[in-house]
């Protein structure tokens, strides 16, 4: 993410706290290192299940065939077995494997939110070579090193793995300011970073309890920095932590609707 001229400043403000795909702010609880050892060793025994199945059919079918044609049933195996298989499975249940089903956890955005097809994309690639060409040993390395556990894989793809089975405090969602919304339903926000969505919600969250004068030029500040990733500029004449909160909102409702079209898919894919 490029530094603005005000990031520096609200960094540290921001924390280590996460928006979830409804634009709560919550400190979501990452998942230990040793659950995500088991849970990537049962999803590994998956993957060998699957070779062993394509090899074993791939020799039923094809008795006889040349070295180069089963050198290349190997490949095309190898490659949907470690990155296709992954890439569709993590995408349409939203960061679950076996086994992070099974040692319940699932792996989000830094910001909180759902993963998409590019997360799991990325992290497939990635932990090809990081998990099947070095036995892990990188991926371990890494998410030991790293505060949130992040392995090679998570730190391209933005995301990280969390656990579902502590318990979260609820807090309440932004609301759509009514003056806004139509301002933010046709605003491209895609470009937001997540850090800076954190801050935000920090900030809108925290506001209260800011001296006047901070609580000021904290928001302009960040609503500054917000609207260089936002296009077209807001109406004039709204506090910025009006304009905020719609962004924020808009974000959640996006969110929402992206996570209805996967399970709509979800659904026909598995009927």
Known sequence: MTTTPGTASYRAYAGEDVITGEG???????????????????DLL??????????????VLT?????????TFGVVAVVVATVVVPTVVETLTRGRSLGRLIMGLRIVRDDGGPVGARHALTRALIGFVEVVAFSGVPAVIAAMIHPRGKRLG??????????????????IAPTMPWPLAGWAAAADISALPSGLAIAIRQFLTRAGSLGPQ?????????????????APPPPAGHHPETVLTAILAERRSRDAQRLVREESLRARLLR
């Not at 006889?64 to 089963?70: D, L």
């Not at 901070?214 to 936002?230: C, P, Y």
């Open 24 to 42: 709560v702010a919550v400190e979501l609880p990452v998942a230990s290192v040793p659950h995500r050892m088991a849970s990537g060793a049962i």
């Open 46 to 59: 998956v993957i060998i299940g699957i070779l062993l199945l394509a090899a074993v059919t791939f020799g």
């Open 63 to 71: 008795s006889g065939a040349s070295q180069a044609v089963a050198a």
């Open 154 to 171: 998570d730190m391209a793809a933005g995301t990280y793995a969390v656990s579902q089975r502590a318990k979260l405090p609820h807090l």
């Open 214 to 230: 901070a609580r000021e030029t904290l928001g302009r500040q960040l609503l500054a920095d917000a609207l260089t990733h936002v």
